[in-house]
T-cell receptor, first 109, second 113 residues
């Protein structure tokens, strides 16, 4: 069964705006990862945050993790049309990762 | 360095036919995974391998078999294809399990009629 659940399912914004996506999960984790998938392509890893970290940055990406609420958020600042993609959170489950259904982000130029 | 490659990219099968999907990675990763992706379902793990010669079942293993005879290759077999196996299949690899990022192949779109 899926571990992470992303919210919202779809998000449409204008170029230059910030995009925030949320992920909730059910069981304790060691780490949480975010991936991006462009249409018709494989997933690309964006960022990994460990359970003892609260916030992590990578370029225009900011990820937070609240283990008490079992939730994470991904913020993309100053979005670009090229950020249009689906974004997935994934939580560790022993040896593999469990992926949510994703948030479909559309950035309009 | 090609990363993770998958063969073929597209395939159409008739119900009952068999086929093998090939995944290859050139990063010397120990762990390899096969997922299927269906609309609105995210990725679901079919089978995985923690090293050459090993395989294990994931969430949705029924109807599929796998083999990892060489470290760089992970094969996914469908012995008797069913329309419910129509999906996009992704292979991934990682250095050492869920504490590391996974590297994904471009996917194989399979249609079973």
């Amino acid at each position: 069964s899926q571990q992470g659940e992303e919210d919202p399912q779809a998000l449409s914004i204008q170029e230059g705006e910030n995009a925030t996506m949320n992920c909730s999960y059910k069981t304790s984790i060691n780490n949480l990862q975010w991936y991006r998938q462009n249409s018709g392509r494989g997933l690309v890893h964006l960022i990994l945050i460990r359970s003892n970290e609260r916030e992590k940055h990578s370029g225009r990406l900011r990820v937070t993790l609240d283990t008490s609420k079992k939730s994470s958020s991904l913020l993309i600042t100053a979005s670009r049309a090229a950020d249009t993609a689906s974004y997935f959170c994934a939580t560790d489950a022993r040896v593999d990762m469990r992926f949510g259904a994703g948030t479909r982000l559309t950035v309009k130029p | 360095n090609a990363g993770v490659t998958q063969t073929p990219k597209f395939r159409v099968l008739k119900t009952g036919q068999s086929m093998t999907l090939l995944c290859a990675q050139d990063m010397n990763h120990e762990y390899m995974y096969w997922y299927r992706q269906d609309p609105g379902m995210g990725l679901r793990l079919i089978h995985y391998s923690v090293g050459e010669g090993t395989t294990a079942k994931g969430e949705v293993p029924d109807g599929y078999n796998v083999s990892r005879l060489k470290k760089q290759n992970f094969l996914l077999g469908l012995e008797s294809a069913a329309p419910s196996q129509t999906s996009v299949y992704f292979c991934a690899s990682s250095p050492w399990g869920s504490q590391y990022e996974q590297y994904f192949g471009p996917g194989t779109r399979l249609t079973v009629t």
